[in-house]
């Protein structure tokens, strides 16, 4: 159950991340559009959110959550790490 909280809460963040401009351009090398943005921000709330649950599922509530918040920082960092280290993608 941790696992599955910490991958939604991986893929939130990303999604949220990829909702941006600059994040959207540097991996498709085209701007979002609004309607894409808009699209993507709410997937990635709508992940973030989902990843709470296998997190109070797994730890009970109250420890849940905080675990869940530590997930989140766990996966923030992780992604940072990735788009600091990791080369452009290639232009197709």
Do not use: E, K, N
């Not at 991958?7 to 991340?17: D, E, I, S, V, Y």
């Not at 869940?68 to 790490?81: I, R």
Request: proline share 5%; hydrophobic share 60%; net charge positive.
């Amino acid at each position: 159950m941790i696992a599955l909280s910490f991958l939604l809460a991986l893929a939130g963040l990303a999604t949220m991340g990829l909702s941006q401009t600059q994040h959207h351009g540097w991996l498709f090398h085209r701007p979002a559009t609004a309607a894409r943005s808009a699209r993507l921000r709410w997937a990635g709330l709508l992940l973030l959110a989902t990843s709470l649950l296998p997190a109070m599922r797994g730890w009970g509530a109250i420890i849940g959550l905080v675990g869940w918040l530590g997930l989140l920082s766990l996966a923030a960092a992780l992604l940072l790490l990735a788009r600091t280290y990791l080369p452009q993608p290639p232009r197709r």
